[in-house]
T-cell receptor, first 112, second 109 residues
């Protein structure tokens, strides 16, 4: 069976510090991978998605970036965090587009 | 950009009543999915309906899809306290999967 792991679960970072959130999927190959952000009490905003190694599509121009160094690894990064980067970050995967999307448990980021 | 928009934004009903949530979207889709999120957790898949389907059932859930109106509805029958959560619709324009803003459902005892 397939599983998705996302870490860290929570982190508190000062403004201007870097960020790295990591996500890995096990039990499948060549998944579509996604990063979403959810502000408190709000909907999910698609940040990045990837349909293959090294292929990253950005939905929202901002100070975040994503990378896919391996087939089942998806990393969300920032060089300098802003207060507005605070939120709940969710990694997700599908076999192909249009199929059920499976989510990790999420990472709570508070920028102070 | 938001593809799906759910309404109402919030809904409170008595336990045992039926809850109906609606979703509207903007572009052509292959499938539409509904998800549930308990507070502070990841989303859990409820049901997927394909663009050539009009209605689908799963347990106490009934989903309809009207592609001519670009809308879908989720009906939860005989609601329970455990149904309290946020519900989101998701659509798939291309390789993206776009979620709406969600409906917060509160089941009153």
């Amino acid at each position: 069976s397939q599983t998705i792991h996302q870490w860290p679960a929570t982190l508190v970072q000062p403004v201007g510090s870097p960020l790295s959130l990591e996500c890995t999927v096990e039990g499948t190959s060549n998944p579509n991978l996604y990063w979403y952000r959810q502000a408190a009490g709000r909907g999910l905003q698609l940040l990045f998605y990837s349909v293959g190694i090294g292929q990253i599509s950005s939905e929202v121009p901002q100070n975040l970036s994503a990378s896919r160094p391996q087939d089942r690894q998806f990393i969300l990064s920032s060089k300098k965090l802003l207060l507005s980067d605070s939120g709940f970050y969710l990694c997700a995967w599908t076999f192909t587009s249009g199929n059920t999307i499976y989510f990790g448990e999420g990472s709570w980021l508070t920028v102070v | 950009s938001q593809q799906g928009e759910e309404d109402p934004q919030a809904l409170s009903i008595q336990e045992g009543e039926n809850a109906t949530m609606n979703c509207s979207y903007k572009t052509s889709i292959n499938n539409l999915q509904w998800y549930r999120q308990n507070s502070g957790r990841g989303l859990v898949h409820l049901i997927l309906i394909r663009s050539n389907e009009r209605e689908k059932h799963s347990g106490r859930l009934r989903v309809t899809l009207d592609t001519s109106k670009k809308s879908s509805s989720l009906l939860i029958t005989a609601s329970r306290a455990a149904d309290t959560a946020s519900y989101f619709c998701a659509t798939d324009p291309g390789d993206k999967i776009i979620f709406g803003k969600g409906t917060r459902l509160h089941i009153l005892p």
